[in-house]
């Protein structure tokens, strides 16, 4: 797997309180992770140590496979965005985007110019960042990331107290990012049902743990509706499963998970029978991403 | 570096702060030379001793320079400028785009105060260039002066406006707030800190007879406003690596805290 960025047990520590305890994450290059927490999960403690800002307890990480002091060197292939985005109030879009390009060397406005429209505010003006919207200013957020060109995209809930459009907006910027300028993002938010319309990797973090770590196709997974069987004879079910022309199974513990034809339950409790297996449970099954989460962190009382 | 310092300048040539702070320089440079001129031409003879006792004995363009640069006047605007603008990058959160993906961080402190004295060397310019001017153009007694003067006084008062720049600057980067700079700067510039600084003196004097040295010979501002600029090299050296050790210590720790700190 070609990963971007891989933190080993990334701890932060505020006296005794861990932030972010022994926190290992694997973002795949050109993909987008989704950084799944309550607040005061740790998400951003994490992003703040990968960003540059905060000095880890212990722990490392890992941008383009380079670690230690020469991670240093890949920096400014990051852009960050963390908490509210950093403006000057009595500065205009475009002021704003020049006061970080002159401090990084840049000097071509048509750039810059290109950047505001790439987050749909190439029409703002004059108007200061103060008299910004807030989903105006996150979008100003995420173009003055993108003035050092980065090639890893660390958003700190960017969607947060946004309008649905706002949201909408956000995310066709996120997605033309990733898919047309191939640029990884590493986003965090506490709203699962808007991550799992953008993210192709999962984290989920908890009490500054993480918990689990998934692709998007592993987390769907256990979210779909799926039959879910128990019988006294796993490896023999299995070949019965094939021979009806089961493919999407899965076996996990002691149960096989079939995620197709899920109302040929009767068939399969027959099929199985005839070879002498006992089926010891069978039933459709399904978990809301949402629960799922829960299930994860506790239960509904952790949210 | 030179980069970081050209992006400093672009913002406070667009911060509101640094335009009000200049007119307040120009109106103040204006003011000086107003009560130069009722002090000096004094139409009524009613101050009469009052122009020795403020040591404008003569209206050279180094008295009327240096009664700019170092009154406690002019050091509340430069304390004021200075908290304002080495603040602004942290009060709006603009820091965290840029600190984080470059290598040293100390060189944004380093940066951040040349850039300020940059702009407080353009309010002395104003300031004093407004009262200088306005001096040569309507006030009777005013005279050229010697230039070794005028250069000497200037340079020292120049050096000394440095140090406590980078104490104002440390204070700030310290408290990462403008109320924690702007607290210690004034209780500095308004004298509170000499009146304190004295007090030691004495309880010193009282607990030594003659002793080798006082607690004012190493407070910066002691030295600097109290400063005798008819005083051989000798003191002239003193002063200046008084100031030194003063800008060396408070933006070496400015600078310390910036590396080893968390962007907050």
Redesign the interface.
């Known amino acids: 797997m070609d990963y971007i960025l891989t933190t080993t047990e990334l701890t932060k520590t505020y006296g005794k309180y861990n932030a972010a305890n022994e926190v290992s994450i694997h973002v795949v290059r050109g993909g987008i992770y989704g950084l799944i927490g309550r607040n005061g999960a740790g998400k951003t403690t994490l992003m ?1 140590m990968i ?5 880890p307890s212990s722990g490392s990480f890992e941008i383009r496979g380079r670690n230690g002091e020469t991670t ?2 890949m ?2 292939k ?1 852009g ?1 965005l ?10 205009t879009a475009i ?1 704003n985007l ?3 390009a ?4 840049i000097h071509d406005d048509k750039f810059l110019y290109g950047l505001l429209e790439e987050v749909g505010l190439s029409n703002t003006g004059k108007k200061k960042a103060k008299q910004f919207s807030l989903g105006m200013k996150q979008r100003l957020g995420i173009a ?2 993108l ?2 060109k980065p090639e890893l995209l660390i958003l700190d809930e960017p969607i947060n107290g946004l309008d649905p459009q706002g949201i909408a907006e956000m995310r066709d910027i996120l997605h033309h990012l990733c898919n047309d300028k191939g640029i990884t993002i590493l986003i965090s938010s506490h709203i699962l049902d808007e991550l799992s319309k953008v993210a192709t990797q999962y984290g989920i973090i908890h009490e500054g743990k993480l918990l689990e770590e998934e692709t998007k196709e592993e987390l769907f997974s256990k979210c779909s509706e799926r039959l879910e069987l128990k019988t006294n004879d796993i490896s023999r079910t299995l070949a019965v499963l094939n021979s009806m022309g089961f493919s999407k199974l899965e076996v996990k513990d002691d149960a096989i998970s079939i995620y197709e034809r899920l109302n040929e339950g009767g068939a399969i409790t027959v099929a199985l029978a005839k070879e002498n297996i006992q089926t010891n449970e069978i039933a459709v099954k399904s978990e809301a991403l949402e629960d799922y989460y829960f299930q994860l962190t506790g239960g509904k009382d952790n949210a | 570096m030179l980069n970081l310092i050209k992006m400093n300048l672009y913002r406070m040539t667009h911060a509101v702060s640094t335009w009000v702070l200049a007119i307040v320089a120009v109106l103040y440079g204006l003011m000086q030379f107003g009560i130069m001129k009722i002090i000096m031409d004094d139409p009524f003879n009613i101050m009469e001793g009052m122009s020795e006792a403020m040591g404008l004995s003569e209206a050279t363009a180094a008295s009327v320079f240096t009664s700019i640069i170092r009154s406690s006047d002019f050091l509340i605007i430069a304390a004021i400028f200075i908290v304002l603008f080495s603040n602004a990058e942290q009060k709006c959160g603009f820091d965290k785009n840029i600190i984080g993906i470059t290598k040293n961080k100390w060189k944004h402190t380093l940066a951040r105060w040349i850039s300020a004295v940059i702009g407080m060397t353009g309010l002395v310019v104003l300031a004093g260039g407004v009262a200088l001017g306005a001096s040569a153009l309507f006030l009777n007694a005013f005279t050229a002066g010697s230039a070794t003067m005028f250069l000497k006084s200037l340079g020292l008062s120049y050096v000394g406006l440095l140090a406590f720049s980078a104490v104002f600057f440390f204070f700030t980067t310290l408290f990462r707030s403008a109320a924690g700079g702007i607290v210690p700067s004034l209780i500095i510039s308004l004298g509170i800190l000499y009146l304190i600084e004295n007090l030691m003196d004495l309880l010193v004097k009282k607990l030594i007879s003659n002793p080798a040295v006082l607690p004012t010979d190493f407070f910066l501002d002691s030295q600097v406003m109290n400063f005798d600029f008819s005083s051989g090299t000798k003191a002239c050296v003193i002063l200046c690596v008084l100031c030194a050790g003063y800008i060396v210590a408070a933006l070496g720790g400015s600078m310390l805290l910036q590396q080893k700190r968390d962007v907050k």
Request: proline share 9%; hydrophobic share 40%.
């Open positions: 703040k960003g540059g800002l905060s000095h240093e060197q920096m400014p990051v960050i963390i908490e509210a985005p950093g403006l000057y109030p009595n500065m002021q020049k006061t970080k002159i401090a990084l060397g003055m990331a003035v050092n």
